[in-house]
């Protein structure tokens, strides 16, 4: 059963400030447009990739030192490109004097369960009401609803396309959509975002996401909100 963590009585009556915070920039998608650069990390062989538009690295893979996802961000801590847990708490304490809703985004910071535990902290601190996160399907996938449900309000998850398409990855959308399922009827709310680009901001594919149906069952029939996000992509 979900349970409702209790708001900060010391904050409650402070000016809200809406925070978006790229909490892990490591993803299993490769998007070219990403809006954040975000780290598309795999495995290739007895090597580790992780690239970006400014970041490109490569090391052995090691059988007995965790997944792919945790060795790279091992790597990352190492290379000064990544905080550490400990970092990423110490920043929660800094927002404890102010009343912030925050949404954690990435990246798909549910690839990696470290963090989980800052997400717990935030839920702590400032009530689940005021937390959100934006992942997807891969990493809804990875992680039990359990463990994240108690402590977040809302989850976003992007649903741009409908059919095929050339500016992501096959399966994409598809497994946004269908790891979303899982958390329909469970007390969380659920938004669906469509970054506009040249390649689908016209009004016959806009109609097409929204009633299509299988976008009709997952989004209308669950109520998840959909919102236009531009990009100008």
């Not at 994240?148 to 497994?175: A, K, W």
């Not at 009827?185 to 659920?190: A, H």
């Amino acid at each position: 059963m979900n349970k409702e963590l209790l708001q900060n009585p010391e904050i409650e009556n402070k000016p809200r400030i809406d925070f978006i915070w790229t909490l892990d920039r490591i993803c299993a998608w490769n998007c070219p447009f990403c809006c954040v650069d975000a780290l598309y990390v795999r495995r290739k062989g007895s090597e580790i990739l992780i690239q970006s538009n400014g970041i490109n690295l490569s090391f052995p893979f090691l059988e007995d030192e965790g997944g792919v996802y945790t060795q790279a961000a091992k790597k990352l801590r190492e290379e000064r490109l990544a905080l550490s847990v400990e970092e990423k708490l110490r920043i929660l304490d800094n927002l404890k004097g102010v009343n912030p809703r925050i949404d954690f985004s990435g990246g798909d910071l549910l690839l990696l369960p470290e963090n989980l535990e800052v997400i717990k902290r935030a839920s702590e601190l400032f009530g689940r009401s005021n937390i959100g996160i934006t992942t997807t399907g891969v990493g809804m996938e990875r992680r039990h609803v359990a463990d994240y449900l108690d402590y977040v309000g809302e989850v976003e998850f992007t649903y741009d396309q409908v059919g095929t398409y050339d500016y992501r990855q096959p399966g994409y959308n598809d497994s946004n959509l269908n790891a979303i399922t899982e958390l329909c009827g469970r007390g969380v709310k659920t938004r669906a975002l469509i970054p506009l680009t040249q390649l689908n901001s016209d009004s016959e594919t806009i109609r097409k996401i929204y009633m299509t149906p299988v976008s009709y069952t997952h989004l209308r029939a669950h109520e998840t909100s959909l919102h236009l996000v531009c990009r100008l992509l």
